[in-house]
């Protein structure tokens, strides 16, 4: 069964203290990986779309990387306008009819 | 850009009523969604089309139906709230095929008192 998992729950770092959020997963036939944004009381925002191993993306302070099993997002000297909740999502299988398994979220906290 | 657009960000319904929840996307996609999100819960799909007049359900369409009428209109439907539908509801679109993410609404706030 396809499966997203993400840790941690929450994070709560101090402005430019880096820090990695983690993604692993499980699914037959990887047709891409995402990473959204959520602030609170909004829907989720598009970041980024990793499609095979050993693939990167980067946007600001944001980047995010992908591996057989996981993808992580990392984070370099984040502002407190950061904070927001971080969703990773896969779509697999071999239908083009195949729907996106969205993880739990993990919850990041910048303070000033 | 792709816009997803739904029609109310806040919505108070009482038990009972019938309540329509609209989504309207521009970008001609072939697929659209309907979620609900709920503290620890995550991200839960209710239904689903891949077309027009065509519909499938989700994990947890009990409750709940939906109408696709026009390509770009999606429609969620409480036959008849109950306060355990109190939710943010998340619609989203998506290209048919090959590897594409999903377009987020805004979201609709309901509470059902």
């Known amino acids: 069964e396809d499966q997203v998992t993400q840790s941690p729950e929450a994070l709560r770092l101090q402005e430019g203290e880096s820090s990695s959020l983690n993604c692993s997963y499980t699914v037959s036939g990887l047709r891409g990986l995402f990473w959204y944004r959520q602030d609170p009381g909004k829907g989720p925002e598009f970041l980024f779309t990793l499609y095979s191993a050993g693939e990167e993306k980067e946007k600001e302070r944001l980047k995010a990387t992908l591996t057989k099993k996981e993808s992580f997002l990392h984070i370099t000297a984040p502002k407190p306008e950061d904070s927001a909740t971080y969703l990773c999502?896969?779509?697999?299988?071999?239908?083009?009819?195949?729907?996106?398994?969205f993880g739990s979220g993990t919850r990041l906290s910048i303070r000033p | 850009d792709v816009k997803v657009t739904q029609s109310s960000r806040y919505l108070v319904k009482r038990t009972g009523e019938k309540v329509f929840l609209e989504c309207v996307q521009d970008m001609d996609h072939e697929n659209m969604f309907w979620y609900r999100q709920d503290p620890g819960l995550g991200l839960r799909l209710i239904y689903f089309s891949y077309d027009v007049k065509m519909k499938e359900k989700g994990d947890i369409p009990e409750g709940y139906s939906v109408s696709r009428e026009k390509k770009e209109r999606f429609s969620l439907i409480l036959e008849s709230a109950s306060t355990n539908q109190t939710s943010m509801y998340l619609c989203?679109?998506?290209?048919?095929?090959?590897?594409?993410?999903?377009?987020f609404g805004s979201g609709t706030r309901l509470t059902v008192v």
């Open positions: 999502a896969v779509r697999g299988g071999y239908s083009s009819a195949s729907k996106i398994i």
């Open positions: 989203a679109s998506s290209q048919g095929t090959g590897s594409y993410g999903y377009t």
